[in-house]
């Protein structure tokens, strides 16, 4: 999509279960949440809408990823099946580590940044 917003492309499947995009800091690649078999996994396409890798797989649930300011690291909200909290992996979804925990029940549905 231009910066004025023509030429959009649609880059998920409009019957897939997506939310939580957001771009690479190069602007290249989006990160993304999708829900298959009723657990969120976390995604990377291109802004083309080719290359979907999946980077975050076998947690409960694991969803609302960001890139790092240099896009070596994601994070992550995440269930990991004994620890709810916010995970920090590579940007290739390698070397999962939880940094912050949170209660079970704890709601965490909103975004995360880095600063």
């Known amino acids: 999509m231009n910066?004025?917003?023509?030429?959009k492309v649609r880059v998920t499947n409009p019957t897939q279960n997506t939310a939580y995009p957001a771009f690479s800091p190069d602007?290249?690649?989006?990160?993304?949440?999708k829900q298959k078999t009723g657990a969120w996994?976390?995604?990377?396409?291109?802004?083309?809408?080719?290359?979907?890798?999946?980077?975050?797989?076998?947690?409960?649930t694991a969803f609302g990823g960001t890139y790092s300011p240099d896009g070596s690291k994601i994070a992550f909200f995440g269930d990991?099946?004994?620890?709810?909290?916010?995970?920090v992996a590579n940007a290739d979804g390698s070397n999962p580590v939880i940094i912050k925990s949170f209660p079970?029940?704890?709601d965490?549905?909103?975004?995360?940044s880095w600063n």
């Open 3 to 7: 910066a004025d917003g023509t030429n």
């Open 27 to 33: 602007g290249n690649k989006i990160i993304y949440s």
């Open 41 to 60: 996994d976390i995604y990377t396409i291109n802004t083309n809408g080719t290359g979907t890798t999946l980077l975050i797989s076998g947690f409960t």
């Open 80 to 87: 990991n099946g004994t620890q709810l909290g916010i995970f």
């Open 104 to 106: 079970a029940g704890k």
């Open 108 to 112: 965490v549905s909103s975004r995360i």
